[in-house]
């Protein structure tokens, strides 16, 4: 099936999949799937949170398709609708409890551990399995304590490659926002990254 | 163009989201300045210990779970549809019919008592005649026919 899709770019496949094909919307998933669910993982950083949320993004895409037109590039139409289910899972949790910057981060597994568990992990592990593990937790605790604008702008920069303006068009905002953005992230990303940096 | 001004523009510099005069007058800059070509160095290291966060995987039921949430979708509408379907074709026409029966019930009602001058003294008619009958079933030498007899007799003098 891959070979058959190769060379059909992703607004041929959401044209395709209004006219029924549902092997170009299943093409669809294949080629989004990883980023939709490491955005939204990135962003929360909850794993088991962050599939289920991908999966509603890829259900009102296929609700949606009867409504579907070719306005923007479908990439930035699917991030949009990650973003936002994103945001509006932020502010639920919101309601029912602050972040703290003690608070322990949860794990891929969903469970909340704090960096000492993460570090005794009981299969026997190598020093660089260890570095690996520490230097992930650290990032992404550097990156959870961002403001959501912040956060959600390195994200989609960093990690997706994504343009300013494809992010601006993303996040509803001027390109001039999406860059003042990234300059604060850097700020204080560097400022809690500090150790990692070669003087 | 001052550090401050520069500083703030590394990080689109970097990124290549400059326009061609904003570039090079930074490049410009920082051929002078080690400051921030000591900045910039920290930007780029920034977004390599940034990437080297690893990605997650998707779970081997991801796409098996998103057809079934699919066909849960679809029932859901089926059955939403098929509500609609039965309040459509059944349930509207019997309650308009029997709204209608109710209607004429009613208003025959409403007629017969308001617009029909003889029922009243048909009743009374009725209820008259009913009373003399009930006259015939009184027993022979019972107190209620010594009663009527002084009665009548007194109407007879």
């Known amino acids: 099936m891959k070979e058959k899709f190769k060379n059909i770019s992703d607004t041929q496949l959401m044209l395709n999949f209004k006219s029924g094909d549902i092997p170009a919307f299943e093409e669809l998933i294949k080629r989004y799937k990883k980023s939709v669910i490491n955005v939204i993982y990135r962003f929360l950083g909850d794993r088991d949170e962050a599939e289920d949320l991908a999966l509603e993004v890829f259900l009102r895409v296929y609700k949606s398709v009867k409504r579907y037109r070719v306005e923007a590039k ?7 609708i990650a973003v936002n289910l994103s945001l509006s899972e932020l502010k639920k949790r919101r309601k029912h409890f602050s972040i703290s910057l003690n608070a322990p981060i949860t794990t891929d597994k969903g469970r909340p551990r704090e960096l000492i568990d993460e570090l005794a992990d009981p299969s026997p592990s190598p020093e660089k399995i260890l570095e690996e593990k520490e230097r992930n937790f650290l990032i992404k605790k550097a990156i959870g304590l961002l403001p ?17 303006k494809e992010i601006s068009k993303i996040l509803g905002c001027s390109v001039k926002s999406v860059e003042s953005r990234l300059y604060r992230a850097r700020i204080s990303l560097k400022k809690r990254l500090q150790s990692y940096f070669k003087k | 163009m ?11 510099y970097l990124d290549g989201e400059l326009k061609q005069r904003q570039k090079e007058l930074i490049k410009e800059h920082l051929k002078k ?10 930007l780029a290291q920034l977004s390599e210990i940034l990437k080297k966060w690893k990605e997650v995987e998707c779970s081997d039921e991801f796409e098996t779970n998103i057809w079934q949430s699919i066909s849960l979708e679809k029932e859901k509408r089926f059955s939403f549809q098929n509500a609609l379907w039965w309040a459509e074709q059944i349930f509207l026409p019997v309650g308009i019919a029997i709204i209608l029966i109710a209607g004429v019930v009613f208003l025959n009602d409403f007629l017969s008592e308001n617009f029909s001058p003889q029922t009243f003294d048909l009743e009374e008619e009725y209820f ?7 006259f015939q079933d009184i027993s022979p030498d019972s107190l209620s026919e010594v009663y009527i007899d002084l009665i009548l007799e007194g109407e007879g003098q």
């Open chain 2, 33 to 42: 300045c080690a400051d921030c070509r000591q900045e910039l160095t920290f």
């Open chain 1, 74 to 80: 479908f990439s930035t139409w699917l991030y949009k």
């Open chain 1, 148 to 164: 959501p604008g912040q956060r959600m702008v390195i994200i989609l920069q960093i990690y997706e490659g994504l343009s300013y």
């Open chain 2, 2 to 12: 001052r550090c401050k001004k520069v500083r703030q523009k590394l990080g689109a």
């Open chain 2, 128 to 134: 008259t005649l009913s009373a003399l009958d009930s």
